[in-house]
């Protein structure tokens, strides 16, 4: 369950909104470590994207090392870029 209360708009004064997340576990075990490690997967993904992109902006010889760069890189969702 997310709790995005504050008030008026969800907003809690100059600070923003906070958000509550419940899990209830053992069942929700799964979510609840997803939500745990979710910002350590997004700067592992932001990683690999930026050494994707230095390989192609600075080059590398072999073709299918291009060529897999650019797959990966189109199988990162824009938004777990913007971290």
Same mark, same amino acid.
């Given at each position: 369950m997310v709790d995005a209360g504050g008030g008026k708009g969800g907003r809690t004064g100059e600070r923003g909104v906070k958000a509550t997340l419940t899990f209830t576990l053992p069942d929700d075990q799964g979510e609840f470590d997803a939500a745990l490690l979710g910002r350590e997967a997004l700067t592992a993904l932001w990683e690999i994207e930026n050494h994707c992109r230095a390989?192609?902006?600075?080059? +590398?010889? &072999?073709? +299918?090392? &291009?060529?897999l760069c650019e797959m990966i890189r189109a199988m990162i969702p824009p938004m777990c870029l913007q971290v």
């Open positions: 390989i192609l902006k600075h080059g +590398d010889p &072999r073709e +299918d090392m &291009r060529e």
